[in-house]
């Protein structure tokens, strides 16, 4: 079962992906940050201490089949950092990503996450995604801010389109919508 989690900052996404596996031992936690300062430090060790300590921890946004061993239960956490992280590997210091590469960037995200989707899919394990609602905002003032929601929104219909069941997370209240 290929599972989506989608929502908003701070709505509870990643606390009701994490309250899908509260019952199960054999689970791999696959985190997708990086840690750039003190701030991310403390958002990091935070998950960590949330979760439970009997869970394995694969770290990374490449090679994300490399995470799959004899457990039966993933949860990526997320896919929004994911893209970020991806994207400024792709780009550097550039101030202007055209389409072209704005397609390769997004071509790369998504052919990790799928290639991730196909070998649990092969498994049949379960596998829990965890993104960014990151278009109900305002237009963003800047050219990468607007490159990256309008790839991010893209490739969450594309993992969405293969997922068995997406759900929309507000306020904590997760609502199914497929």
Not at 31 to 37: E, F, L
Request: hydrophobic share 35%; charged share 30%; glycine share 6%.
């Amino acid at each position: 079962m290929i599972r989506l989690v989608t929502g908003g900052a701070r709505s509870g996404k990643s606390t009701f992906a994490e309250k899908l596996y509260e019952d199960k031992e054999d689970v791999v936690y696959i985190a997708t940050s990086k840690i750039w300062d003190e701030e991310m430090r403390e958002r990091v060790d935070l998950h960590r201490k949330n979760r439970p300590k009997i869970w394995r921890t694969y770290e990374g946004n490449y090679g994300l089949r490399d995470s799959i061993g004899k457990e039966r239960h993933y949860l990526l956490d997320c896919m929004t950092v994911m893209t970020s992280n991806i994207m400024f590997d792709m780009t550097g210091d550039i101030e202007y990503i055209d389409y072209e590469l704005q397609e390769k960037i997004e071509g790369t995200v998504v052919q990790e996450l799928k290639s991730l989707i196909d070998e649990i899919r092969l498994k049949g394990y379960d596998l829990v995604l965890v993104t960014n609602e990151v278009g109900y905002s305002i237009v963003p003032d800047n050219h990468i801010s607007r490159v990256f929601r309008d790839m991010q929104g893209r490739i969450n219909q594309k993992i969405a389109a293969l997922s068995d069941n997406v759900y929309l997370v507000c306020c904590g209240i997760p609502v199914k919508i497929k």
